[in-house]
């Protein structure tokens, strides 16, 4: 995306962040790990490699068996991180991804690579988890990365600021689809306080996790008007996906927008039970 930034893509939607330096690079997610992204990054560099993680979600730590490295996660998140690579949180993964494509028809397929060892799979752990926290600098060599944290989404959640080119990477913690049901979400309040946080940093534009394109920062006014006007009793009813057991999930929109408007200009939603309200 641009010198020595890359966004590395996967068929389930999740974009992870390779920096690479004059001495180091660093890996910002890992995303579910079905195929070999240790290949992939090291297609693009051998240097010393950091790995990050944004939150502690399956599609964003569950790569991490991949590398021998330490990786890195707020503390926060640490526990969630280790409950996501689970044997449990593994295999519904594994279940999700059998029937996550499409054939040109619109029958599902699986999106699992070939040979893919599910035993093997499920059976991997976390990694070796350390701390980080807000204000921690990675220096790769003329990339510097700070971390921001932006809680919310989850208790744990961080963004990666890299400084020299002014952009915010947000991944799931600032969206315009933004999930505020799961068990490990904080609340509403909480999330505004994250994007007042956000807009106060001096960057031009972010990256999120589930969209191949960055956003001018003015959007963060979107999100903004969406969280600070949120009517629940008006929200959409909301189809919760891998049987997480909840009835009070809503889709709250954005003021003159449904959910059928999503990817349209100024689109912003939440999704949010009454426990987070």
């Not at 020299?164 to 490990?184: G, M, S």
């Not at 996790?209 to 001018?216: V, Y």
Request: glycine share 8%; aromatic share 10%.
């Amino acid at each position: 995306v641009r010198p020595n930034v890359y966004r590395i893509s996967s068929l389930e939607g999740v974009f992870m962040d390779l920096f690479i330096g004059t001495e180091k690079a660093l890996l910002f997610d890992t995303g579910h790990g079905f195929a070999n992204l240790r290949e992939a990054v090291r297609s693009k560099t051998n240097l010393p490699l950091i790995i990050v993680n944004s939150h502690g979600h399956p599609d964003h730590s569950c790569g991490n068996f991949w590398f021998d490295e330490d990786i890195y996660i707020h503390e926060k998140d640490m526990k969630l991180c280790r409950n996501s690579n689970s044997v449990i949180s593994r295999r519904l993964s594994v279940e999700y991804a059998k029937t996550a494509g499409k054939t040109e028809t619109g029958e599902k397929k699986s999106i699992l690579p070939e040979g893919f060892d599910e035993h093997s799979y499920v059976h991997q752990g976390a990694g070796n988890l350390l701390p980080i926290k807000e204000g921690d600098v990675f220096d790769l060599g003329g990339i510097t990365l700070k971390v921001i944290e932006l809680p919310g989404h989850t208790r744990g959640c961080i963004g990666l600021l890299y400084q020299e080119e002014k952009i915010l990477y947000t991944d799931d913690a600032i969206n315009e689809h933004l999930w505020l049901f799961l068990p490990d979400s904080i609340n509403l309040s909480t999330y505004i306080e994250t994007l007042y946080k956000a807009k106060s940093i001096d960057f031009d534009i972010f990256y999120r996790s589930h969209n191949p394109a960055p956003c001018a920062k003015d959007i963060l006014d979107d999100y903004l008007d969406c969280a600070e006007n949120l009517d629940y009793d008006a929200g959409y009813p909301y189809d919760v996906p891998f049987n997480i057991n909840t009835d009070s999930v809503r889709i709250c929109t954005r003021k003159g927008y449904e959910p059928k408007d999503s990817g349209k200009p100024g689109f912003a939603a939440i999704v949010i039970s009454k426990e987070h309200l």
